[in-house]
């Protein structure tokens, strides 16, 4: 007799558990030789094509020269069209010969701004050759003066009304108290000087170092002037009848005229006091009035005289300049 348990089908009875699913056949596991691990493979790199790839550093050498290619040829046409067209930022892109136009104008500019009531005269011209540009270049420096005689005690108020009288642009500015004045008249032309002497203000234009073409030397461009003779009559006049050559030196007024100077230097005593032999002069205003120096404005001549060490010295200028 079968047991109630054993009964398929039978109430009360666990149902069979299911089949198994099918799957891929576990692979054995592989045994190594004893004392060698597991063996791996290189990795694969990827296919570039038929050449190798550029490196970066080539690449980024390549980009770096012609970079620096482009800024080179940059450079060189602003050069070009710097020098070609843009105005001069330092003096040693102009030579002496283009600045003494600006020295002689710094020049009439100051005899108008000085006024009618002082006594004029115009130094020869200085030229300084062997300053240095650069280590390997040489330059000149070109200065001129001009010496104004006034009345002592009138120096400072002289040296205010020049600085105020100079074109705006010129930047003038004077130091009452130090009795010094300073400009700028353009393209690196200074000007710069101020009280020398009781009654004497000098005032000097200056280039500084610049280079000078070859051969060149300062003229002055008028000849014969009647100006010429006025400086032998004076040392006539003084008793002094030989004396050197006449040294005559010209600059242009503002708009236009001219201003002269004439030098010349006789040898001897003279025979009066100066202020006897010249103060006949009708109209003259006389600024300076010592035993061994004389001056006076007539007009628009001035006159100066002095007396030194065995020696007269004559400056005679004749100014043309609307003041």
């Known amino acids: 007799m079968t047991e109630p348990n054993e009964r398929a089908g039978q109430p009360g009875q666990d149902p069979p558990p ?8 576990v692979q054995p596991a592989q045994s190594w030789p004893a004392g ?10 990827p296919w570039v094509g038929d050449h190798p790839a550029t490196p970066p550093n080539r690449k980024r050498r390549t980009w770096l020269i012609a970079a620096v290619a482009a800024w080179a040829a940059l450079l060189l046409v602003v050069t070009y069209l710097s020098v070609r067209w843009d105005e001069p930022t330092v003096r040693e892109q102009r030579d002496i010969a283009q600045a003494v136009p600006v020295v002689n104008r710094a020049l009439g500019e100051l005899v108008v701004a000085a006024g009618p009531d002082v006594a004029v005269e115009l130094s020869a011209p200085r030229l300084t050759q062997g300053c240095r540009l650069s280590l390997i270049r040489d330059g000149a420096t070109l200065e001129r003066d001009v010496v104004f005689r006034t009345v002592e005690a009138q120096e400072r108020a002289l040296i205010s009304r020049i600085a105020q009288g100079l074109p705006k642009d010129y930047r003038a500015r004077s130091r009452t108290s130090l009795g010094t004045l300073r400009a700028d008249a353009g393209e690196f032309v ?8 009781p009654g004497t203000v000098k005032l000097t234009t200056s280039t500084g170092c610049r280079p000078m073409p070859a051969g060149y030397a300062i003229a002055d461009p008028l000849i014969g002037l009647r100006i010429d003779d006025e400086p032998g009559r004076v040392l006539v006049a003084l008793g002094v009848s030989e004396h050197g050559p006449v040294d005559r030196t010209s600059v242009p007024c503002p708009g236009s005229g001219w201003v002269h100077t004439a030098r010349a230097v006789g040898r001897g005593a003279v025979s009066k006091p100066l202020d006897v032999t010249l103060r006949p002069v009708a109209d003259a205003v006389v600024v300076v009035d010592q035993t061994d120096r004389y001056a006076y404005r007539s007009g628009s001549r001035s006159v100066v005289v002095e007396a030194l060490d065995g020696e007269i010295r004559v400056a005679v200028t004749e100014s043309g300049c609307a003041v």
């Open 36 to 45: 060698q691990g597991a063996q791996v493979d290189p990795p694969v790199q």
């Open 190 to 197: 200074g000007i710069k000087g101020g009280l020398t002497d």
């Open 18 to 25: 299911p089949p198994p699913i099918a799957g891929p056949p």
